[in-house]
């Protein structure tokens, strides 16, 4: 192992990575919390919010080529975030719209859903990968990206304070609204009992929506971050969403603050990994981490015994 | 007492067995037709047809550089059909292989199958070349590739093919030389993505740098998105050079990552990365100074190779040509001056046959085949990313100052 400043350095890497997992997770763990559903096409969710961030600040990047500064570099990431949370949440709501609800109505097994999942993500990856083109697609440059603060000597970037900032918003939000909010008291209830938060005068259906939607904002702005680094294409989804839900499992999905623990220890296990072994044992260190831990612990970290599905 | 049933069940399959016999004898009759009309009497004044195979990546993340290739011999095949001295008429099938070793075979089948088909223009990428090359040599039909430069390709066996590239052999050499004598690196890190193409690169070049006394690290690294890990670790090797031997969808997302924690060193690939592609995925401001090797001039700015550039633009409404067209251009050419020669009675056989002795000026440089395979002589140059444009620095040997 190197010297301190690279352990500062690969941890900083870590956490950065892992942030942007934990956002993703959140959207799998909240809809696994109320419908013990596994909603494989989130990753497409997380896809295309990338895409309407980008799209957001294609155009609104001035076509000179400088890079914008100050309050206009500010807003502009503001905007990216906000399209991609929307276009984010308009698909999570459009997929649970067509994909879940009809499905739900007629009390289709489990395994109709699963199917119903993966055939959304194939048609949304397919459709972008025809619309927006089958090459990466980069989000153009919204500040000048340089080494802003060094702690330990670890070198942090305005980019990886922006993605950091923004999750640990983000986080923070989610954790308020179900923990302390009304709304976040009837997710609570959907997830513990559906029908008697029901007989209780919850609306299960709008408790459903509001929670896809909420999974699906969250997924959309965490895209944009994710293409500001590694830009977007139409497959980019699987990769992180496979790892998100890696995370939510880890730490124990159905469980807000788990998705997060989990997705931070995933980015952390990850960059270490890859330094002391291979790059390529990244995946393979990971996911034996994942084995081990559930084997010790079959609900993953902070999980908990889970209450009846929607 | 069991007959009853027997028949019910036998009386479904028949005809289910039957539908698909009429409709491939009802194919047959098609294509049957369809193959005499072109064959004897079509409307280019009763003009034979040869088909040409085109073998390369035409979607997936690197699909540019199939896409370079396939526009190439496009323009060929449209120069050549309005030639009227030709007494035949050529026609491309594509065929998609995406780039991948475990499609090409597939691909190669594809064309390897039609029966006109008289030699093929690719593969394009190195991977999918040592795939599909035993189908080839087995069945005879001649390829051509464009662009796969890995050393061990014409040392394999393969007996019908050819390339009109310099193996990496030439470009590991001149890249470490380049490395050594012009951008004086102290010490590099020679970083490949484990493919064919890339392993082949990087052996070469660390073969020219052993021989040039300066000290590299080795590594490898399967194409990914997040090379943030491998960034620290290249720092922390504290090279002041990094070669990447793969392609440029890689190299653009670890020149990010690199510049992105204020690497400041010099960042080099090879031919793979040769594509504005790479500029734009990087971002321009990151792609400022990236230099990449080729063994293969830039026709844009070539004097000599003006009129196949305007021919180009012509052919593919106004693009411009880009890495791999022009070689696949002149394969194009290649294979039609030996029809020309064998006229209208040529097959397989005399096509491949035929091809070792072929001799004659290309717009990317004289096309004359060794024994194995590999085209004579090469010239490997430099670019570099310069106001977010891709220059030509000039070929390596005038690079270095004495």
Not at chain 1, 171 to 181: N, Q, W
């Amino acid at each position: 192992m190197g010297s301190a400043e690279q352990i500062s350095q690969l941890a900083v890497d870590g956490l950065m990575v892992g942030a942007l997992y934990a956002v993703i997770a959140l959207g799998y763990t909240l809809v696994y919390g109320v419908l013990q559903l596994i909603n494989f096409a989130h990753s497409e969710v997380f896809m295309l919010g990338a895409f309407g961030g980008l799209f957001a600040c294609r155009a609104l990047v001035p076509g000179d080529g400088a890079t914008p500064a100050g309050l206009a570099a500010a807003g502009l990431v503001l905007v990216g975030l906000v399209a991609g949370a929307a276009a984010g949440g308009a698909a999570a709501y459009t997929l649970e719209r067509c994909a879940y609800r009809p499905l739900r109505r007629r009390g289709a097994p489990r395994l109709a859903y699963l199917i119903s999942a993966i055939g959304a993500s194939l048609f949304a990856f397919n459709l972008a990968g025809k619309e927006f083109g089958r090459q990466s697609v980069p989000v153009p440059d919204l500040f000048a990206n340089r080494t802003v603060v060094t702690v330990l000597g670890a070198e942090i970037s305005t980019q990886s304070l922006v993605i950091a900032a923004t999750a640990l918003l983000m986080l923070l939000a989610v954790d308020h609204l179900v923990a302390d909010t009304r709304l976040g008291l009837s997710i609570r209830a959907v997830a513990q009992d559906a029908e008697c938060a029901g007989l209780m005068g919850v609306d299960v259906q709008r408790v459903i929506v509001v929670t896809f939607v909420l999974g699906g904002l969250l997924a959309g702005a965490g895209g944009f971050l994710y293409a500001m680094t590694f830009n977007a294409s139409y497959t980019m989804g699987f990769v992180p969403g496979i790892k998100a839900f890696t995370a939510a499992v880890l730490g124990g999905i159905g469980n807000v603050r788990g998705a997060v623990l989990g997705g931070l220890l995933l980015g952390l296990v990850e960059s270490f990994g890859g330094y002391l072994f291979d790059a390529s044992y990244k995946n393979v260190i990971a996911f034996t981490v994942l084995v081990g831990v559930l084997l010790v612990r079959p609900s993953g970290l902070l999980g908990t015994r889970l209450g009846r599905p929607a | 007492m069991t007959a009853t049933p027997r028949p019910l069940r036998t009386r479904p399959a028949r005809t289910v067995a039957l539908r698909p016999m009429a409709a491939l004898v009802a194919g047959f009759a098609l294509v049957g037709a369809a193959l005499t009309a072109c064959g004897g009497d079509s409307d280019d004044g009763g003009k034979k047809e040869y088909l040409i195979g085109f073998q390369g990546p035409l979607s997936g993340d690197s699909q540019q550089l199939g896409i370079n290739a396939y526009n190439g011999v496009l323009t060929a095949v449209e120069q050549l059909n309005g030639d009227k001295s030709l007494p035949f008429t050529l026609r491309i099938v594509a065929s998609d292989d995406q780039g991948l070793p475990e499609q090409g075979p597939t691909a190669a089948q594809k064309l390897i199958d039609n029966p006109k088909l008289m030699a093929v223009v690719g593969p394009v990428f190195s991977g999918p070349t040592k795939s599909s090359e035993p189908l080839y040599s087995q069945a005879g039909l001649l390829s051509v590739s464009p662009s796969a430069t890995n050393p061990a390709l014409t040392d394999l066996g393969f007996t019908s093919f050819y390339r009109v590239i310099a193996p990496d052999t030439v470009q590991g050499a001149a890249a470490a030389e380049f490395l050594a004598k012009v951008v004086k690196a102290k010490r590099v890190y020679s970083l490949d993505d484990r493919s064919e193409y890339g392993t082949g690169l990087s052996g070469a070049i660390e073969r020219g740098l052993e021989q040039a006394d300066v000290p590299f690290t080795h590594d490898g690294i399967n194409p990914t998105k997040d090379y943030t890990s491998q960034a620290t670790k290249i720092m922390a090797d504290g090279a002041d050079a990094v070669y990447y031997s793969g392609y440029y969808p890689e190299y653009a997302l670890l020149t990010k990552a690199l510049r992105g924690k204020g690497y400041d060193g010099a960042i080099l690939s090879g031919d793979g990365s040769n594509d504005d592609q790479f500029i734009r995925q990087a971002g321009t401001a990151n792609a400022e100074g990236a230099l990449i090797t080729c063994p293969c001039s830039d026709a844009n700015t070539d004097p000599s190779a003006a009129a196949f550039v305007a021919e180009y633009k012509k052919v593919n409404s106004g693009l411009k040509p880009g890495t791999y067209s022009g070689e696949a251009y002149d394969a194009t050419n290649a294979i039609a001056s030996v029809l020309r020669k064998l006229g209208t009675d040529a097959n397989r056989e005399s096509v491949r046959t035929a091809f070792g002795s072929v001799d004659m000026p290309g717009v990317t440089k004289r096309i004359k085949f060794e024994r194995n395979g590999d085209v004579q002589g090469s010239t490997v140059y430099v670019y570099q990313v310069k106001d977010g444009q891709r220059t030509v620095l000039g070929p390596v040997s005038s690079l270095i100052k004495p």
